[in-house]
């Protein structure tokens, strides 16, 4: 695969498919953005009590906006979607090997990936395991998603074992900063997210997996770039200047 398959990093997209990157239009959960308030189920749907307050800064207000992308859509099972921007607080490594009484001697379950964060994919508690979207293409079972390399599902011990294996499509060994973890999801029932973008909740693009897996924690007094505020600066015309007049430029 030829990575940077957007020509500007990201571009609008006209289906809505695995692999395709839903950005919250601001109008829809911000309400002093828009024409009236934003729904109060829209916002629980994404664990948002009230709609993100004018009060916190732009950057930190675009971090609570939703990011998320489209892993599984099946016309009758529906959509299911995992947030990319919003981390549970805990790494991979705080999850003890299940089933050892003795904390002080079990082995982490994913040595490898002991200190990657783990992801709240949203409030559907639809599979009781870890889930991941990765750069990995020999990781059995899992589903390539993305025309730039990326891939949904698969066994995390398994992709323990196939990391440092060069001859991959990559060229390289992986390293666990190719591997998103993440826990629940976000569902919803067949043609429901359809209606949700016809109403102009969301903004729907294909975005370079560099963009979606570039590390954004903060390098010391410097805030990284918000996901959600990347994509619309790359998507350019009316999409930066929903993002300019978010942040009031």
């Avoid at 589903?143 to 011990?157: A, H, S, Y």
């Amino acid at each position: 695969h030829e990575t940077g398959t957007q020509p500007n990093g990201a571009n609008p997209a006209t289906t809505l498919e695995p692999g395709v990157v839903l950005i919250a239009n601001p109008e829809k959960f911000c309400s002093d953005f828009g024409s009236g308030s934003p729904s109060t189920s829209l916002l629980a749907k994404f664990g948002l009590t009230v709609p993100p307050p004018a009060d916190l800064g732009p950057d930190r207000r675009a971090d609570l906006l939703p990011v998320l992308m489209i892993v599984e859509q099946d016309i009758l099972r529906g959509s299911r979607a995992v947030l990319l921007n919003r981390r549970t607080g805990y790494l991979l490594g705080d999850l003890e090997a299940a089933g050892d009484d003795d904390p002080s001697t079990a082995a982490p379950m994913l040595e490898k990936f002991c200190i990657q964060p783990l992801w709240f994919g949203g409030v559907d508690n639809v599979s009781g395991g870890l889930s991941m979207l990765h750069q990995c293409p020999t990781v059995e079972g899992a589903k390539e998603i993305t025309e730039d390399g990326l891939f949904w599902g698969g066994d995390p011990n398994q992709a323990q074992d196939v990391m440092e294996d060069t001859t991959n499509a990559l060229g390289r060994p992986l390293s666990g900063f190719d591997f998103k973890f993440f826990v629940q999801a976000t569902m919803w029932n067949p043609l429901m997210l359809q209606r949700e973008v016809d109403n102009g909740n969301w903004y729907a693009a294909k975005v370079d997996k560099e963009i979606l897996f570039k590390s954004r924690d903060r390098m010391g007094s410097r805030r990284a770039t918000p996901l959600w505020t990347e994509i619309l600066n790359l998507m350019g015309g009316e999409f930066k200047d929903v993002c300019d007049e978010f942040y009031k430029k």
